[in-house]
């Protein structure tokens, strides 16, 4: 991957993560909330992976 896309897919994910903080916390949203939501969606993401080990070969 070129440097210019691999910076600009960086500063995109900042850009989002950013908004999407200032949108939760417009909206009132309490910190706990946002960990919980979060910790809960990497769970089913690395739960949805199946059997792949791909750390171990």
Same mark, same amino acid.
């Given at each position: 991957?070129?440097?210019?896309?691999?910076?600009?897919?960086?500063? &995109? %994910?900042?850009?989002? !993560?950013?908004? +999407?903080?200032? &949108? &939760?916390?417009? #909206?009132? &949203?309490?910190?706990? %909330?946002?960990?919980? %939501? +979060?910790?809960? !969606? #990497? #769970?089913?993401?690395?739960?949805?992976?199946?059997?792949?080990?791909?750390?171990?070969?």
């Amino acid at each position: 991957m070129p440097l210019p896309h691999f910076l600009v897919l960086i500063a &995109a %994910v900042i850009l989002v !993560a950013a908004l +999407t903080l200032w &949108a &939760a916390f417009s #909206a009132g &949203a309490p910190v706990v %909330v946002l960990a919980m %939501v +979060t910790l809960s !969606a #990497a #769970a089913a993401l690395h739960l949805s992976q199946g059997d792949r080990h791909d750390h171990d070969a």
